[in-house]
């Protein structure tokens, strides 16, 4: 019974941290205070009481609907709740107990925020690559004996991202994704950010391509989701992915 009561309560904070990260989403970018202002509706200002605010129950209870002026909610609410949830679940199953779970599944957060916002907004706020970078840095002390290979990830794909800002004058890269490749650098090391950035591109090529041809997107995209999504299949598959990589070569050797 102690590992599903467990994972239940890992769920319930996941949610919990969700509902968090939709007010991030949706105030970040108006420059709205995410701190002191209380949750309110979108559509008629009404401010929401605690039970308005349950994770996913009181969007199911509402009917999606707000309580007073009756304007149908977004869709949005229920789905971060319930994917930062599930992402907190398969963190806590993957590693256990321990000081990593808790940095990754913050990670993870911070990179599903950002993701909406740069997907809407083409622009990653610098608040939250400081908070990747904080958590880099609590990786790096609780890990000392492997410092080096934090510190050589800080810079693995961030100076070469810098350098293609550098020539093609901004047009190819933005600042914020080399922020973020920087920190996740610092926090995951540098192998499993080599292999988050090289997967992420691959990511960001084949999905971009159908957008463009199936709903007429621009050439323009959004690079933050496509690297997040890099880094994810990095905390669960890029361990794995690198063992048998070397074990390979090691063989062919």
Not at 31 to 58: A, I
Not at 121 to 135: K, R, S
């Amino acid at each position: 019974m102690l590992p599903i009561i467990l994972s239940l309560l890992v769920f319930l904070y996941g949610i919990v941290i969700g509902s968090f990260l939709n007010v991030l989403i949706y105030r970040i970018p108006k420059k709205e205070n995410f701190v002191t202002t209380r949750s309110h509706c979108m559509s008629c200002g009404y401010q929401l009481e605690w039970y308005d605010l349950v994770p996913l129950f009181s969007y199911i209870v509402l009917g999606g609907k707000c309580r007073k002026c009756k304007t149908k909610l977004s869709v949005q609410y229920p789905l971060i709740e319930g994917l930062n949830g599930l992402l907190y679940l398969f963190v806590f199953w993957k590693y256990q107990i321990s000081i990593e779970s808790l940095l990754y599944c913050l990670l993870l957060s911070a990179l599903l925020a950002l993701s909406v916002i740069d997907f809407r907004t083409f622009e990653i706020p610098v608040g939250f690559n400081v908070f990747i970078l904080l958590l880099g840095v609590i990786r790096v002390f609780t890990d000392l004996s492997n410092w080096k290979s934090y510190v050589i990830g800080f810079f693995a794909v961030s100076v070469f991202l810098y350098l293609l800002f550098l020539v093609s004058g901004g047009r190819a890269i933005g600042g914020g994704d080399i922020k973020l490749m920087a920190t996740c650098g610092l926090l995951l090391g540098w192998k499993l950010v080599l292999f988050a950035f090289i997967i992420g591109c691959i990511f960001g090529s084949v999905i971009h391509l159908l957008r463009m041809k199936f709903s007429g997107e621009e050439h323009m995209l959004a690079m933050g989701p496509y690297l997040s999504l890099g880094v994810l299949a990095a905390l669960f598959f890029g361990n794995c992915f690198i063992d048998w990589y070397f074990g390979l070569m090691s063989a062919a050797i």
